[in-house]
């Protein structure tokens, strides 16, 4: 069955490929299964039609036959843990690429995502200055861990895993904030350099310069 997942028709990044379609994208590039996407505009996610599949009105969505999932972390677990490629056989190892999932969403994401509502959304505000830097030391500190648990390793738990490409699309968001030290930027252009990660950015880049072929 070929599953169709939910993209932006216009997405605010312009081709950076840094909304929550690109993992999920990159997660059924990696495990070689066929996607149709449906291409969805601000408008559309607020109906009744896209509600029922998304509570929250937003991308991405993922529907085969019967079932419908949202939330991109969710969606990536489940093509990862219904197809070879993406997490361990080994229980063990699958558990930690679990865990690592995990962390990237839920411990080194958060301060990132503050760093966006700053300077998006609170730049005008009198504690802007004030509360930027303070924003931008959390996520220095989390970086500084998480680099050094990396140390010279090229993936988070030896082989790739769904817990590598959940934090490298985290990561990504940093990009050209100066924030990520050189072996994380290695660590970003590692996960950029795999193939099914080019393809990914490639179709989701092609809906920008209105060459995609959709669902
Ligand atoms: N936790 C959810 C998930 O992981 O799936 C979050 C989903 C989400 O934030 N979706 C966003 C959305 O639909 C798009 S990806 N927003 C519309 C709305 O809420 O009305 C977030 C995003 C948007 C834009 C950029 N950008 O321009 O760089 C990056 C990321």
Redo the contacts with the bound molecule.
Sequence with gaps: MVPTITA?ET???RG?G???DMPVRWALEEVGQRYDVRLVS?RD?KQSAHLRLHP?????TYEAGDLAL????AIVFHIADRHAGLLPGDASARARAITWMFAALSTVEPPILDREIATLVENDKTWHAERLPLVEDRIRARLSELSHRLGDADWLDDAFSAGDLQMVTVLRRLKGSGLLDPNLSAYVARGEARPAFKRAFAAQLAVFTGKAPTG
Excluded at 56 to 60: K, T
Aim: no cysteine; aromatic share 22%.
């Design positions: 932006f997405s605010p990044d950076q840094l909304a929550r601000f996610m929250f009105g937003q991308i991405p949202f939330e991109s972390g």
